[in-house]
T-cell receptor, first 115, second 117 residues
């Protein structure tokens, strides 16, 4: 079946450091890929997405590129802020029926940014 | 804005109780989902529904059931709560995609932290 593997946390960085959170996937067909973020005490919200190979998703300074050849969708940000402290989930969409999809999530990576 | 509302933020229940977790969305989404979130395990899909009165088992349906009598409401039921069902429960909803459109964005509620004692 489909699966998502993302790097183990927790990750602790200093403010303004460069961030990479690795994500690789296993899927049949051509899934869409997502990064969701969960801030403390809240539900998940979509951070960015990419729907086909070589697409780059971006939002709030975060970027991720859909690499079909390496089945990866690594999350990057050039200069992190304390407000980026959260749990980040990589996910892929998985068609289960005509026109319908469901999401498969990775285990999440907790990111803490220290001033 | 899309809003997914879960009826409780925190619940404490006793072992053996029947527990109802309610979720309502206001964007006319066809798809609705229940996940549980546990440290080190991420989000695991319990059940999902793509239409009223329709339900499909996810990855970990044992010990749970669901009900979708109206499009906007999706209920998760713990028939007889057990301590291993202590967890954070997240409801989500999304539009139904069209053919070839694998682009679903799911919208999540804030979660219900359930403790079974």
């Amino acid at each position: 079946g489909n699966s998502v593997t993302q790097m183990e946390g927790p990750v602790t960085l200093s403010e303004e450091a460069f961030l990479t959170i690795n994500c690789t996937y296993t899927a049949t067909g051509y899934p869409s890929l997502f990064w969701y973020v969960q801030y403390p005490g809240e539900g998940l919200q979509l951070l960015l997405k990419a729907t086909k190979a070589d697409d780059k998703g971006s939002n709030k300074g975060f970027e991720a590129t859909y690499r079909k050849e390496t089945t990866s969708f690594h999350l990057e940000k050039g200069s992190v802020q304390v407000s980026d402290s959260a749990v980040y989930f990589c996910a892929l969409s998985d068609r289960w029926d005509f026109g319908n999809e469901k999401l498969t999530f990775g285990t999440g990576t907790r990111l803490t940014i220290i001033p | 804005d899309v809003k997914v509302t879960q009826s409780s933020r925190y619940l404490v229940k006793r072992t053996g109780e029947k527990v109802f977790l309610e979720c309502v969305q206001d964007m006319d989404h066809e798809n609705m989902f229940w996940y549980r979130q546990d440290p080190g395990l991420g989000l695991r899909l319990i059940y999902f529904s793509y239409d009223v009165k329709m339900k499909e088992k996810g990855d970990i349906p044992e010990g749970y059931s669901v009900s979708r009598e109206k499009k906007e409401r999706f209920s998760l039921i713990l028939e007889s709560a057990s301590t291993n069902q202590t967890s954070m429960y997240l409801c989500a909803s999304s539009f139904q995609g069209s053919r070839g459109h694998l682009n679903t964005e799911a919208f999540f509620g804030q979660g219900t932290r359930l403790t079974v004692v």
